[in-house]
Nanobody
C-alpha cells in the first residue's frame, strides 16, 4: 500500500503561481511513477502531468505545457507540481497519484493505470 497526501492548494488570482506538494509513504517511492490529475466541477478528471521514477522524463497535457512543472525528490518521497501563470480554467481539485512501474523511464497519463490516489487539494483561480 502507498499513502498519498496532497497539500498546497488555495485561492489565487489569475497570473499567480502555486506549488502543490504530494507526500507518499508505505512503499519505495522511487519504484513508482507519479502523476497529477485535476477535476473541475461538472467535468471528468483529466491528466495534468506525470514524472518517471527517475525523474528524468516528464509529460504534460497541452493545456498546462509551458506553465506547469512536475518534479520529484525521491529522498523525501515527495512529488511537486509548480503552477505558473495560472488561469481561471485551472480551477479544479488536483489529485496526486502513484503507480508501480518496472521501467524507470515511463510516464503514465492514463488515470485508470494509477492504483494509489490522494484525497485532492482545491485550487481556485479568480480574476
Amino acid at each position: 500500500q502507498v499513502q498519498v497526501v496532497e497539500s498546497g492548494g488555495g485561492s489565487v488570482k489569475a497570473g499567480d503561481s502555486l506549488t502543490l506538494v504530494c507526500v507518499t509513504s508505505g512503499r519505495t517511492f522511487d519504484d513508482h511513477v507519479m502523476g497529477w490529475f485535476r477535476q473541475a466541477p461538472g467535468k471528468e478528471r483529466e491528466f495534468v502531468a506525470s514524472i518517471s521514477r527517475s525523474g528524468s522524463r516528464t509529460s504534460y497535457s497541452d493545456s498546462v505545457k509551458g506553465r506547469f512543472t512536475i518534479s520529484r525528490n525521491n529522498a523525501k518521497s515527495t512529488a511537486y507540481l509548480r503552477m505558473n501563470s495560472l488561469k481561471l480554467e485551472d480551477t479544479a481539485v488536483y489529485f496526486c497519484a502513484a503507480e508501480w512501474v518496472y521501467n524507470p523511464l515511463s510516464t503514465v497519463d492514463d488515470d485508470s493505470r494509477y492504483e494509489y490516489w490522494g484525497q485532492g487539494t482545491q485550487v481556485t483561480v479568480s480574476s
